[in-house]
């Protein structure tokens, strides 16, 4: 059993930057990922990184987010810069992929970011 622990949260201005990391109790594998989730909306993949490195953002977060992934340190990081008052949500970390002819994911307690206006 993997377990994520995601840390870097907090409150910050409109235009500031925060740096999330999720760190795994064991070997990453697959692909990893951010999504997040605001009050009284759905949970919405933010990035996500193959174990190839090759990325994938949302509109939303495009040239702003950067996901980076370390495979020695077991952990994935989220970069965010210029951050708006709309990106105010849970983030949570998630590993995802196949395994020993299994499908598995594994996702991470969450932290909150606030961006104030």
């Known amino acids: 059993q993997v377990q994520l622990v995601e840390s870097g949260g907090g409150l910050v201005q409109a235009g500031g930057s925060l740096r999330l990391s999720c760190a795994a109790s064991?070997?990453?594998?697959?692909?990893m990922g951010w999504y997040r989730q605001a009050p009284g909306k759905q949970r919405e993949l933010v990035t996500s990184?193959?174990?190839?490195?090759?990325?994938n953002y949302a509109d939303s977060v495009k040239g702003r987010f950067t996901i980076s992934r370390d495979n020695a340190k077991n952990t994935i990081y989220l970069q965010m810069n210029s951050l708006k008052p709309e990106d105010t949500a849970v983030y949570y970390c998630?590993?995802?992929?196949?395994?020993?002819?299994?499908?598995?994911?594994?996702w991470g307690q969450g932290t909150q970011v606030t961006v104030s206006s």
């Open positions: 998630k590993m995802w992929g196949r395994r020993l002819l299994r499908n598995l994911e594994y």
């Open positions: 064991g070997s990453i594998f697959g692909t």
């Open positions: 990184i193959t174990s190839s490195g090759n990325t």
